[in-house]
């Protein structure tokens, strides 16, 4: 079983800056995609940003400019560094990383961590 840990979430400031991380452990031979997603209150989950295995990256709109997702291959983590955040950016967020244990695919959630932008 692939295990997510995630750490970095808080409260700050509206303008300010906060650094998410994620680490995958367990038996995993390969990693295909690592992305953040989030969850306010009363509303859906929503992708924030993914990387693949190649180092492509897409970002919702309403991060592009402000957040950067990169990853740490050797130690199956992700990052989501999240800049001039915004009340609109209060979230739960959720790291999710798919791939493949050589016979099996899988895909994992991390439990969540809550961010909040407020004054």
């Known amino acids: 079983q692939v295990q997510l840990v995630e750490s970095g979430g808080g409260l700050v400031q509206p303008g300010g800056s906060l650094r998410l991380s994620c680490t995958a452990s367990?038996?995993?031979?390969?990693?295909?995609?690592m992305g953040w997603y989030r969850q306010a209150p009363g509303k859906q989950r929503e992708l924030v940003a993914v990387i693949r295995s190649g180092g492509s990256t897409n970002y919702a709109d309403s991060v592009k400019g402000r957040f950067t997702i990169s990853r740490d291959n050797a130690k199956n983590a992700v990052y989501l560094q999240m800049n001039s955040l915004k009340p609109e950016d209060t979230a739960v967020y959720y790291c999710?990383?798919?791939?493949?244990?050589?016979?099996?695919?899988?895909?994992?959630w991390g439990q969540g961590t809550q961010v909040t932008v407020s004054s």
């Open positions: 367990g038996y995993i031979f390969s990693i295909n995609a």
């Open positions: 999710n990383v798919n791939g493949s244990r050589r016979i099996s695919q899988f895909d994992a």
